[in-house]
């Protein structure tokens, strides 16, 4: 009986273990990529249009609502992107609009 509850004791610690190194792997992971906003940009074949690939990274511990600034076209959606959390999207452009970096929404 004392071995099943030691057992069971080394098997409930080594679960929180694992469960706390899984969350920090999931934090480093973020904080490994710059905060903010990263992009880039490509020609749409056939036509006068670009392409955004976009990156938005939160560093920080709480959620926050951001968006693509885009200079002569719509901005982007709103993007609600948890603390320690990165979202990336695409976006179609006009060719003479450009990026003008993100904003808050």
Excluded at 49 to 66: D, E, G, P
Aim: aromatic content about 6%; some cysteine.
């Amino acid at each position: 009986m004392k071995t099943l509850f030691k057992r069971l004791a080394i098997s409930a610690a080594m679960v929180g273990v694992l469960t706390s190194g899984m969350a920090v792997l999931g934090t480093a992971e973020a904080a490994a990529a710059p905060c903010g906003l990263s992009y880039t940009t490509g020609d749409v074949p056939g036509g006068p249009l670009k392409i955004v690939y976009y990156t938005i990274v939160n560093c920080h511990s709480y959620t926050v609502k951001r968006k693509l600034d885009v200079a002569g076209s719509t901005d982007g959606p709103c993007l609600t992107i948890p603390g320690g959390r990165a979202v990336s999207q695409t976006r179609i452009i006009a060719g003479w609009a450009g990026v003008r970096g993100m904003k808050a929404c």
